[in-house]
């Protein structure tokens, strides 16, 4: 089944923070962020590997809570460029190689002035 | 070569004809996908292979859906007799073994 993320959607002022979700509910051995902004083809932020591994990428940073099977990225202090879809990608079970990832239901993240 | 390169970037076609999409992925990497992405969706997983080797196409719609990368590199998603409910964004990506994916830019197809 598809990730499930939370919010939907989300509006934010430059320099608010924003916190959003990915829950799963297969267990899970990766979990990928991308941003996708508007008609372009999604970038990939990070990636975050079973062990409660946490990453940050600017300011911009993520968790993984393969228990919980969830994730969740911080975006702290955003700015406008932060502003598109986001987009979780999950892998299942204990691969360890390239297979395919699942991607939830999407984020849509405005920052305005 | 520096990016995931797709083409056609739109491809307009009549229903009932087959159509062709290419995919040249970033030199070296392995693992190569072709997603196909609604708008507001997320990316719907169709099919992906590492090397040449088909790993897994259970995302592909029918048999009208097929797929190959015969080298190794560049890949093809073929579907025979395009209906409406075809006309979608057909995104490819690729990656190395354990990186991210790197997506290009996209076909749009439509069938009219």
């Known amino acids: 089944q598809q990730p499930v993320q939370s919010p939907q959607a989300v509006i934010l002022r430059e320099g608010e923070d924003a916190v959003i979700n990915c829950s799963s509910s297969k267990a899970l051995y990766s979990v990928h962020w991308y941003r996708q902004k508007h008609g372009e083809a999604p970038v990939f932020l990070m990636i975050?590997?079973?062990?409660?591994e946490q990453k940050g990428h600017e300011k911009i940073s993520a968790s993984f809570n393969e228990k919980k099977q969830q994730s969740s990225l911080y975006l702290t202090a955003s700015q406008l460029s932060y502003s598109g879809t986001y987009f979780c990608?999950?892998?299942?079970?204990?691969?360890?190689?390239?297979?395919?990832?699942?991607f939830g239901t999407g984020t849509r993240l405005q920052v305005t002035l | 070569g520096a990016g995931v390169s797709q083409s056609p970037r739109y491809k307009v076609t009549k229903r009932g004809q087959d159509v062709a999409l290419r995919c040249d992925p970033i030199s070296g990497h392995v693992s190569l996908y072709w997603y196909r992405q609604a708008l507001g969706q997320g990316p719907e997983f169709l099919t992906y292979f590492n090397y040449e080797a088909q790993q897994d196409k259970s995302g592909l719609p029918n048999d009208r859906f097929s797929a190959e990368r015969p080298e190794g590199s560049i890949s093809t998603l073929t579907i025979q007799r395009t209906e409406q409910r075809d006309s979608a964004m057909y995104r490819c990506?690729?990656?190395?073994?354990?990186?991210?994916?790197?997506f290009g830019s996209g076909t749009r197809l439509t069938v009219v």
């Open positions: 990608g999950t892998l299942g079970g204990n691969t360890g190689t390239a297979s395919k990832l699942t």
């Open positions: 975050l590997l079973k062990g409660g």
């Open positions: 990506a690729s990656s190395d073994r354990v990186g991210g994916y790197t």
